[in-house]
């Protein structure tokens, strides 16, 4: 399975972004997919995840209000809103397929990995 993230660029701050992430092949249906970032010199973050069906949303704090999480399982795809950006929202993106239907906060719930897309906010 190989992912396609995309939407990202650079933007200033407050302003909004829609990132994009697509499955090469239809095997995501059943299983939770998420947005991860890295900032540079950081480790690798949970932003946020959604379930299979995309009854349950899961978010990081740090993003809780500004960002929503949402899917189309007819396109085998994840998207991720991203409202009010600030320069601390500044990363590489990336969405992941995860091991079950309902999502985790970490690395080892995920196992399949798109490329990222990177976002950059500037004050």
């Known amino acids: 399975v190989q992912l396609q993230a995309s939407g990202g660029g650079l933007v200033q701050a407050g302003d909004s972004l829609r990132l994009s992430c697509t499955a090469s092949?239809?095997?995501?249906?059943?299983?939770?997919m998420a947005w991860f970032r890295q900032a540079p010199g950081k480790d690798r973050e949970f932003v946020a995840t959604?379930?299979?069906?995309?009854?349950?949303?899961s978010y990081a704090d740090s993003v809780k209000g500004r960002f929503t999480i949402s899917r189309d399982n007819t396109k085998g795809a994840v998207y991720l809103q991203m409202t009010s950006l600030t320069p601390e929202d500044t990363a590489i993106y990336y969405c992941?397929?995860?091991?079950?239907?309902?999502?985790?906060?970490?690395?080892?719930?995920?196992?399949?990995w798109g490329q990222g897309t990177l976002v950059t906010v500037s004050s």
């Open positions: 992941a397929v995860g091991l079950r239907s309902y999502g985790g906060h970490t690395k080892d719930d995920y196992r399949y």
């Open positions: 959604i379930s299979w069906r995309g009854g349950s949303t």
């Open positions: 092949k239809r095997t995501n249906s059943n299983n939770a």
